[in-house]
């Protein structure tokens, strides 16, 4: 008889299929209207906040708790917030290249 290992909880997160399942997989709530108006930022900004941990030396307890952080802070930073006023995405972040300014036109009194 074989035993398969346990999968790790970053191997787990991998293979679920949508951010409503990350969050019940985290046991977190969520607001349905911030995932509907945010969800691919919502998860970049997750991303984000785990990209600057180092999860070399934590066991999967600690890795769990580190991404549960993540997640809620990451869903509260849209709860009052837009993900235009974020600028999570590098279309928000960057100024239009082909977008020449003009300024107001002044009508000259007859």
Excluded: W
Excluded at 80 to 89: D, F, G, M, V
Excluded at 92 to 101: D, F, L, S
């Amino acid at each position: 008889m074989t035993c398969k290992p346990a999968r790790s909880v970053l191997d787990e997160m991998n293979a679920l299929s949508s951010a409503e399942d990350l969050f019940t997989f985290l046991l977190l709530p969520y607001d349905p209207a911030v995932l509907d108006r945010a969800r691919l930022h919502v998860m970049k900004r997750m991303g984000e906040y785990l990209a600057r941990i180092d999860m070399d030396g934590l066991d999967d307890d600690a890795v769990f708790l580190e991404a549960r952080k993540a997640l809620k802070t990451a869903h509260a930073d849209f709860v009052a917030s837009t993900p235009r006023a974020e600028k999570t995405l590098k279309v928000y972040a960057r100024k239009p290249a082909n977008m020449v300014q003009i300024s107001p036109v002044q009508f000259a009194p007859q």
